[in-house]
C-alpha cells in the first residue's frame, strides 16, 4: 500500500510539472525562431592612407584586402524588416524583442587570411572625418558608433579603440550593442600592415593601407498603439471607455507614430443638436484631456501602414455616454431613452423590454504594450502555466498531508515498560 502510495505521488508530480516544461520548451523554441532571423551590414571599402576614412574605394584585385572580410555586422532580435526613403533598413519590433547589433569577426588579426604578412596595424594617429573623431591613437581598429533619437538630436559617437585587438578571437560573435528606437549609424575603421620585405625579422620599408566597413540602420517599434489612462485611477482605457475624470496619452516610448486626436462636442444647430468639432490635431505624450466631450484617438505606424482608433467619452452625461460607446447617432439614442431605456455605467443602452445595445466592440484593437512600455504586462500570456503548475504542486501538498494525518491516527499506542514498578501502576 505505501509503494503504490508513493508511485501515485512521484506520477502527480511528473504531471504537474509538463505545463512548466511546455512553458520553457515553448520560449525556448522561440528563442532559436528570433536567433534564426539575422540581418547582415555594411561591406569593406578601401579609403587610402591617413585621410580619416572619407575615401571609399571599390576593393579590387590586387589589393591585399581583395577576396576575404576581416568579420561581419548583423542585427537580430527583430521582427520584420522594410526599407526608408535612402533604402536603409529598418528593424520593426514588437512585445518581447531584444534588437541586437552584433559582429562576428573571421580572421586572426596577426595573419590575416593566412598571410603571415599581412597583420592589423595600430592605427597611433587615426581620426575619422565623418564622426568629427580627432586625431588619436585608434589602437588595432577603431569602431565608431552614432544614435539620432526621434528629435533629430544626434549624440555624441560612442568610440571603442583598439576593437579588435580586444576581440581578437576569430569566429567568436560579440555583441556590440542593444537598439532601442532610432536611427543608427555605424563604422569599424582599421589599418592593415604589408610586410613582405623582412631581413632577419627587421621589416624593410612595409605598406600601410586604410579601409573600413560603414553602415547605418534604424529600429522602430512595430505597433501603431497608444495608451489612454484614465487621471485619477490610473487605469488603462479601452476603446469606448467612459470615464468622468478625463485621461492622459502614454505613447509607451513609441516616437515615431503618428497619433492625432479629435474632440467633438454637440450643440443646438439649426436642425437640432449636431456635432462640433472643437479641434483636430497632433497628440502629444503625457497630454491629459479633462474637457467634456467624444475623443477619438487615432495612432498610425508609418512602416507598417497599421492604423488603430480608440474612441473616449469623457464626462457624465448619459446621452453623450451611449453615443460615444455604442455609436448610435445623438438623435437614436435619444429617442431610445424617451422611450424608457437607460445607459449603464460602460455606454451600453439597456432598453425596456431588457434587451442591451452593447458597445461598440467592432474596431476595439488587442492591447499590445512594446518593451519599453510601463505597462509591464509582458509577462501575461505565460502567467497561466506557472498557475497550473503551482495548484498542481499545492494538490500534491495537501495529499501528502492528509496522509501523514491518516498514518498518525492509525498508529498503535505503546505501553512504556519504565511505568512497571512493583508500587506503581500504569492506568
Request: aromatic share 12%; net charge negative; charged share 25%.
Amino acid at each position: 500500500m505505501k509503494n503504490l502510495f508513493i508511485k501515485s505521488i512521484s506520477i502527480l508530480f511528473v504531471l504537474s510539472l509538463l505545463p512548466l516544461t511546455m512553458f520553457f520548451n515553448v520560449n525556448a523554441e522561440e528563442k532559436q525562431k528570433d536567433s534564426n532571423s539575422v540581418y547582415y551590414l555594411g561591406e569593406s571599402v578601401k579609403t587610402g592612407w591617413d585621410n580619416g576614412y572619407k575615401g571609399e574605394e571599390k576593393i579590387t584585385q590586387g589589393d591585399v584586402h581583395f577576396n576575404w572580410k576581416i568579420g561581419e555586422f548583423y542585427v537580430d532580435g527583430f521582427t520584420s524588416t522594410v526599407k526608408g526613403d535612402d533604402d536603409t533598413p529598418i528593424f520593426l519590433k514588437n512585445v518581447g524583442d531584444k534588437v541586437q547589433l552584433w559582429f562576428s569577426l573571421k580572421q586572426n588579426i596577426d595573419k590575416l587570411n593566412g598571410d603571415e604578412n599581412l597583420s592589423i596595424s595600430e592605427d597611433s594617429n587615426g581620426f575619422d572625418e565623418y564622426f568629427s573623431v580627432p586625431k588619436t591613437n585608434f589602437g588595432r581598429g577603431t569602431l565608431i558608433i552614432r544614435k539620432t533619437d526621434y528629435t533629430n538630436a544626434k549624440s555624441d559617437p560612442i568610440i571603442y579603440k583598439d576593437y579588435l585587438a580586444a576581440k581578437a578571437s576569430p569566429n567568436a560573435d560579440t555583441e556590440v550593442e542593444l537598439c532601442e528606437e532610432g536611427d543608427y549609424e555605424v563604422t569599424l575603421d582599421y589599418e592593415i600592415k604589408n610586410d613582405p620585405r623582412k631581413i632577419f625579422d627587421v621589416s624593410i620599408i612595409p605598406t600601410y593601407s586604410n579601409y573600413k566597413i560603414f553602415f547605418k540602420f534604424s529600429v522602430r517599434n512595430g505597433n501603431s498603439m497608444v495608451y489612454p489612462f484614465d487621471i485619477k485611477t490610473k487605469g488603462e482605457l479601452s476603446n469606448t471607455s467612459v470615464t468622468e475624470n478625463g485621461f492622459y496619452l502614454d505613447f509607451a516610448n513609441s516616437r515615431y507614430l503618428d497619433i492625432n486626436i479629435k474632440r467633438e462636442v454637440l450643440n443646438e444647430g439649426a436642425n437640432g443638436l449636431v456635432e462640433d468639432a472643437r479641434f483636430n490635431r497632433p497628440a502629444k505624450d503625457g497630454e491629459e484631456y479633462t474637457e467634456e466631450g467624444i475623443y477619438t484617438i487615432t495612432s498610425k505606424n508609418r512602416y507598417t501602414n497599421q492604423e488603430t482608433k480608440k474612441r473616449i467619452y469623457v464626462g457624465t452625461n448619459d446621452i453623450l455616454k451611449a453615443v460615444a460607446a455604442t455609436d448610435k447617432p445623438y438623435n437614436v439614442v435619444k429617442e431610445y431613452i424617451e422611450k424608457g431605456a437607460t445607459v449603464e455605467s460602460n455606454g451600453a443602452i439597456l432598453l425596456k423590454n431588457q434587451e442591451t445595445i452593447p458597445v461598440d466592440e467592432e474596431n476595439i484593437q488587442p492591447t499590445m504594450a512594446t518593451e519599453d512600455s510601463a505597462k509591464g504586462n509582458i509577462f501575461t500570456d505565460n502567467l497561466l502555466w506557472f498557475i497550473i503548475g503551482g495548484v498542481a504542486l499545492a494538490v500534491i501538498v495537501v495529499i501528502i498531508i492528509i496522509f501523514i494525518a491518516i498514518k498518525k491516527k492509525k498508529k498503535p499506542q505503546f505501553v512504556n515498560i519504565e511505568a512497571f514498578t512493583e508500587d506503581q501502576e500504569v492506568k
